[in-house]
């Protein structure tokens, strides 16, 4: 187990679905990360949190909604969803922006759209 | 565009060998670079090599960051079934925030 901690573990849902993905960490981490992984394939960067505030967007489309209430807490909201959204989705942090501190990565929601 | 190239794609040795796994990279703003190994879920991280710690050790792994060529590499000795992952390597690039851009990966297979 890690020590960021992503629920849920697995989700199915259909194209029309409105779900969330949660993250959460508490080691006073002040960015956070959210990766998209497909199949044999390496983690693609989506989006970075700083200090709670979006700093990176990588172009992602608007069916995901980030969101950081609190440095502790990271929500990926999804809203119809393509199957080709289907993905081991991954949640990081890191000790502080601008600092050269590894990001730590949760063990993944492994996300199915039917 | 940034870019980290991984070689070999895959690697299957017997117990016991040394593996050398590869790593270059073309990127702007180089900040640092990552080794991680991931088996089913998250990847855990390895090292962090940087402009001032161009050289780390643990255990029986092993990695070297080399800024002229651009490029590093990770060393397994006395390698273990449990060494069997895919091996990822991250740039941290700055791009107002930090991002990390990933090579394809090495999946590393160990046969007793």
């Known amino acids: 187990d890690t020590e960021v901690t992503q629920t849920p573990k697995h989700l199915v849902m259909g194209m029309t679905n409105k779900k969330s993905l949660k993250c959460e960490q508490h080691?006073?981490?002040?960015?956070m990360y959210w990766y998209k992984q497909k199949a044999k394939k390496p983690p693609e960067l989506m989006f970075v949190?700083?200090?709670?505030?979006?700093?990176i967007n990588e172009s992602v489309p608007s069916r995901f909604s980030p969101e950081c209430p609190n440095s502790s807490l990271l929500n990926l909201h999804l809203h119809a969803l393509q199957p080709e959204d289907s993905a081991l989705y991954l949640c990081?942090?890191?000790?502080?922006?601008?600092?050269?501190?590894?990001?730590?990565f949760g063990d993944g929601t492994r996300l199915s759209i039917l | 565009e940034d870019k980290v190239v991984q070689s070999p794609l895959s690697l299957v040795v017997h117990e016991g060998d040394t593996v050398t796994l590869n790593c270059s990279y073309e990127?702007?703003?180089?900040?640092?670079l990552l080794w991680y190994k991931q088996e089913k879920k998250a990847p855990t991280f390895l090292f962090m090599l940087?402009?001032?710690?161009i050289e780390k050790k643990s255990g029986r792994l092993s990695s070297i960051l080399d800024k002229k060529e651009l490029s590093s590499i990770l060393n397994i000795t006395a390698t273990q079934t449990g060494d069997s992952a895919i091996y990822l390597c991250?740039?941290?690039?700055?791009?107002?925030?930090?991002?990390?851009?990933f090579g394809q990966g090495t999946r590393l297979t160990i046969n007793p």
């Open positions: 990081a942090s890191s000790q502080e922006p601008g600092r050269n501190q590894p990001q730590h």
């Open positions: 080691m006073g981490h002040r960015a």
């Open positions: 949190y700083s200090y709670e505030k979006l700093s």
């Open positions: 990127v702007t703003n180089f900040r640092s």
């Open positions: 940087t402009s001032s710690g």
């Open positions: 991250a740039v941290e690039v700055s791009v107002g925030a930090q991002k990390l851009v």
